[in-house]
């Protein structure tokens, strides 16, 4: 695979930070990040290949079970000084970025294990409340200060070794921009970030170019998705979550477009937890070139579902892989040969977060 589909895929080639730019070396894992203690936040290592074969505690796909312990890594909340939504997460490379609302952030290195301290975040970057976007060895971070009515949006990068990680100041949004970020998606341009708004029923969609560091309007109308969506360059193709739970593709749009909304198509397979009252919370990681992981969190029931975990278990966490593709009418469907689950039973503190998984 080339670089360039490499990074239109969201998966760096290279190692970011500490001007370290040598290839990654061995296979890549799914970091799972959780809200399962009432400290603070885990970082579990999980085999994707071993989702269709018996694990070592004996599961087989598709059982509910427990999670290895111990975890990767465990990330206490500084109690007293950060509030437990004052925290926000994003992957870059191969470091895994915690960031925190007035405070230093943290950067977990997946090939070495190492924890280190991070930049301290900007007095205007609101943690936990807004969306974050790698691209290359960038993390652009779009959070809103609600108590003032307006955004934060600022850029993380490598300076060097004497300045480290540094945070940069960019233009906010437009005024009409909305104050909640429904949707957003990197273009294979691997600049053009665009974001669906919406706030009192009113939709619209905006972009912004990280090389001119402008905005353009691109008219009243949502990309069909919820979340972060990805780039597939094996169906050239945005893939996304829907609110409902099928998976939905659309044609790219260009970054010079106006007023003019993308043809989408949804699965007819819901992967979705089959009662949606049981339904929490859901994101969806690309794993690289048409492979997808969907993490759904649900309520547990009272029985049939494991033992219990103590007075905040109730939630199992379902993690279905799949590829796509377009049948001979057209149509989008997961492949078989790709979908594959695993589920596991954990505790949940905070009713805002959504479990990340992160593919590196």
């Not at 290359?136 to 990068?157: C, D, K, N, P, W």
Request: charged fraction near 20%.
């Amino acid at each position: 695979m080339s670089n360039k589909r490499r990074e239109q895929d969201g998966q760096n080639p290279r190692v970011a930070g500490g001007g370290d730019k040598k290839p990654r070396r061995g296979r890549e894992h799914l970091y799972l990040l959780l809200d399962d203690w009432d400290k603070g936040f885990s970082i579990h290592k999980i085999d994707a290949d071993s989702f269709d074969t018996t694990t070592n505690d004996g599961l087989q796909s598709g059982v509910a079970g427990h999670l290895p312990e111990p975890p990767a890594l465990r990330l206490e909340s500084p109690a007293g000084h950060v509030p437990r939504n004052g925290m926000s997460f994003a992957a870059l490379g191969t470091k895994i970025f915690a960031f925190m609302t007035q405070r230093c952030g943290l950067v977990y290195d997946s090939d070495t294990a190492v924890l280190a301290i991070g930049a301290h975040a900007p007095p205007k970057m609101l943690c936990g409340f807004g969306v974050t976007v790698a691209i290359g060895e960038v993390i652009y971070a779009l959070t809103y200060r609600f108590f003032e009515g307006q955004h934060s949006f600022e850029a993380m990068s490598w300076e060097h070794p004497t300045e480290g990680w540094s945070w940069k100041t960019l233009p906010p949004p437009p005024s009409a921009f909305r104050s909640r970020v429904n949707s957003y998606v990197l273009h294979p341009d691997g600049c053009t970030i665009f974001m669906t708004t919406a706030n009192n029923g009113c939709l619209g969609t905006y972009s912004f170019n990280t090389k001119d560091s402008a905005w353009r309007w691109h008219g009243e109308w949502a990309l069909p998705f919820v979340g972060q969506a990805h780039f597939d360059g094996e169906t050239n193709s945005w893939v996304g979550l829907r609110w409902d739970g099928y998976i939905c593709s659309c044609k790219v749009v260009s970054p010079d477009c106006l007023n003019t909304a993308p043809d989408w198509q949804m699965t007819k397979e819901k992967l979705f937890h089959k009662d949606r009252q049981r339904h929490m919370r859901a994101s969806l990681t690309s794993m690289g070139t048409n492979r997808f992981c969907l993490v759904q969190c649900v309520k547990r029931e009272e029985v049939g579902e494991g033992p219990a975990l103590g007075d905040h278990d109730g939630c199992v966490l379902h993690l279905t892989i799949f590829g796509l593709k377009y049948n001979h009418k057209g149509e989008l469907q997961t492949t078989d040969h790709h979908q594959s689950t695993r589920s596991f039973i954990v505790s949940r503190y905070r009713d805002h977060f959504a479990p990340i998984a992160f593919w590196m």
